[in-house]
């Protein structure tokens, strides 16, 4: 099992949006703001996992991910498309599965929208499950 095949289906989901120019893996929100932008581009975020207390003698646990996408948008002549933009990637991932996992389901994003003096940053967060067993040896 791949413990984060969820990446590449949001990856492979938004590399099919035409009006993105670039698609980006960032390992976190300093490298997201600091890298040379492609407008428009997305950056996907593993945000981690959380599991419930102790289950099944911890063989088994049921896997809780976060994933966050943010759409870079350089303020100006790009600014308009943001909306339209933003629906898109929605409709894209909204309910998409990765193999072995339940279907991305949208929460609130853990970051608010940002500002830098040439680029606007949008972050969409969702949440997806799966069962993660342990050796049975």
Not at 1 to 30: C, G, K
Not at 31 to 45: F, G, K, M, N, Y
Not at 46 to 58: R, V
Not at 102 to 117: A, C, D, E, H, Q
Request: charged content about 20%.
């Amino acid at each position: 099992m791949d413990y984060l095949a969820t990446e590449r289906t949001i990856v492979e989901a938004l590399e099919q949006l035409s009006q993105l120019r670039q698609v980006y893996v960032t390992s976190n929100m300093e490298d997201l703001i600091e890298r040379t932008q492609t407008s428009p581009c997305a950056h996907v975020l593993y945000g981690g996992d959380s599991i419930p207390e102790g289950a099944q003698g911890g063989k088994v646990t049921k896997v809780k991910q976060t994933w966050l996408v943010v759409l870079c948008m350089r303020l100006g002549k790009d600014s308009s498309q943001t909306g339209e933009l933003l629906d898109a990637i929605l409709k894209k991932l909204m309910g998409k599965k990765a193999n072995g996992c339940s279907p991305l389901l949208r929460i609130n994003p853990p970051l608010r929208p940002s500002f830098s003096k040439s680029f606007g940053y949008y972050p969409v967060a969702f949440t997806t499950t799966f069962t993660h067993k342990g050796d049975t040896q």
